[in-house]
């Protein structure tokens, strides 16, 4: 039981630092970082968080 909590453990922790090591990116040359919000006030906060260094997308439509 102990070992299989390690070996779970251990493959979300290099699943976790794979994912982060391929999404990181020098943002250093002007390029916008995209970002996509589920819901108004999530988009609204990005917007107003990132200003204009991101370009947020709402994946709801307004009414």
Do not use: H, W
């Not at 996509?36 to 204009?52: H, I, L, R």
């Amino acid at each position: 039981m102990r070992k299989k909590l390690l070996t779970r453990t251990a493959l979300g922790i290099g699943s976790f630092n794979l994912a982060y090591a391929a999404e990181t990116e020098d943002t250093s040359s002007g390029k916008k970082i995209n970002v996509m919000a589920s819901f108004y006030p999530m988009y609204d906060f990005a917007t107003k968080v990132g200003g204009d260094k991101i370009e947020v997308t709402n994946m709801v439509p307004a009414f």
